[in-house]
């Protein structure tokens, strides 16, 4: 048994029965040695060591006697060192009992704190749960307008281009579905460009590509007529009453697109339907 600085009663009594006892009937729940104390024991503690010296062995040739003899003085080594503590118990069942209970009561108020705050950790991870959702709702809205604005830009520029000659009016759905499909698409395009007597490189966007085409081109209504035809100023109002026709028979038909809507249109109306192919040739 290993001799301690500090030792409870019941290793006090598995060392020295009758120490254990004692300290029993005194009410001692453990006890605390000086070092010298341990030191001054524990040469008796080693009931092996004991065994094995010379004058043991001499005075008690009989291994059981030996062994018995050996263990009374190491009890006796321990009682006497015990007999010399100073200060007496170190804990007495009293001081043990109040000394268990305040831990235990520490123990559950630290049970509690710890309960408050993984209560307030909680709070917060759903308070920011909470607040991210908010924040992807409030980024969803501005992605939106962003998109409404986007879309209105082009319905201006689609305008623009019509009132500038560079757009017929049956051209327009095609362009915006194809603009509107190139929205946020990054991909770009390079190609050659005159530059004076030389040319460079230019990139651009799909969507910016497409548009500088359709800025570029000729003007649709005066410059793809024939001399000998209607006079030009005739043509822009060949693409409008197409136009505004079309969106009367989407009117009345609902279910019609506006590119069956035109179709519908010219058929009915050859000579209108004449006027307006003179735009597109």
């Known amino acids: 048994m290993e001799i301690k600085l500090n030792m409870s009663r019941e290793e006090v009594a598995k060392i020295c029965p009758a120490c254990g006892e004692s ?15 341990v030191a001054k024991f524990a040469e008796h ?7 094995t010296k010379a004058d043991m062995v001499e005075k008690y040739p009989d291994e059981n006697k030996r062994r018995t003899a050996c263990e009374k003085e190491m009890g006796e080594a321990l009682m006497q060192a015990i007999q010399e503590v100073k200060g007496g118990p170190v804990m007495d069942e009293k001081k043990f009992e109040q000394e268990k209970a305040q831990l235990e009561a520490d123990k559950r108020a630290a049970e509690q704190k710890a309960k408050e705050y993984q209560d307030k950790l909680s709070a917060l991870q759903a308070d920011n749960e909470a607040a991210k959702g908010k924040e992807s ?4 809205e501005v992605k939106k307008l962003k998109r409404e604005r986007h879309d209105d830009q082009i ?5 623009a281009q019509k009132r500038a000659g560079k757009l017929a009016p049956v051209e327009e759905p095609r362009l915006t579905a194809i603009l509107s499909a190139l929205y946020e698409d990054q991909r770009t395009v390079t190609f050659s460009q005159a530059d ?3 040319t460079k490189e230019v990139k651009d966007t799909l969507a910016d590509a497409i548009k ?7 003007n649709i209504f005066k410059e793809m007529g024939h001399a000998d035809d209607e006079p030009t100023e005739s043509l ?14 989407q009117a009345k ?13 010219l058929k009915a109306d050859p000579e209108l339907n004449e006027r307006y192919m003179r735009i597109l040739n």
């Open 23 to 37: 300290m029993a009937i005194k009410g001692i729940s453990a006890l605390a040695f000086t070092a010298a104390q």
């Open 45 to 51: 503690g080693d009931v092996e060591k004991c065994m």
């Open 137 to 140: 709702e409030a980024l969803q």
């Open 155 to 159: 319905k201006s520029w689609i305008a």
């Open 196 to 198: 004076g007597d030389k």
């Open 212 to 218: 500088a085409f359709i800025v570029g081109r000729p």
């Open 236 to 249: 822009p109002k060949a693409g409008d009453e197409v136009d505004r026709r079309a969106k009367e028979y």
């Open 253 to 265: 038909h609902e279910k019609v697109g506006y590119m069956d809507a035109c179709k519908a249109v």
